[in-house]
């Protein structure tokens, strides 16, 4: 089995900084893509950011520039850094993880559990 564990969230000021984390822990042979989503009150879940196992990142035009997806491998998490936040910012973010298991060596897609951002102008 696989977990995620993400921390991180909480009340921002508009232009401060957050970071988010997202840890995997199980039965893990390889993490091929990790990304962050969000999803705001009345609205769909959206692409934030991605980075691929081949270390190639993109991000939403919205974020682009503000923040920063990265990865550590040797301990199986991403994390987000949130810079110059803005209101519009404020969501539940998830981490999203495409992982191959190491019992049955197939791929599938993991969610964390969510963490509230809510950023104040």
């Known amino acids: 089995q696989v977990q995620l564990v993400e921390s991180g969230g909480g009340l921002g000021q508009a232009g401060g900084s957050l970071r988010l984390s997202c840890a995997a822990s199980g039965s893990i042979f390889s993490i091929n893509a990790m990304a962050w989503y969000r999803q705001a009150p009345g609205k769909q879940r959206e692409l934030v950011a991605i980075?691929?196992?081949?270390?190639?990142?993109n991000y939403a035009d919205s974020v682009k520039g503000r923040f920063t997806i990265s990865r550590d491998s040797a301990k199986n998490t991403v994390y987000l850094q949130m810079n110059s936040l803005k209101p519009e910012d404020t969501a539940v973010y998830y981490c999203n993880l495409r992982i191959t298991d190491s019992r049955m060596m197939r791929s599938s897609d993991y969610w964390g559990q969510g963490t509230q951002v809510t950023v104040s102008s």
């Open positions: 980075t691929l196992s081949g270390g190639s990142t």
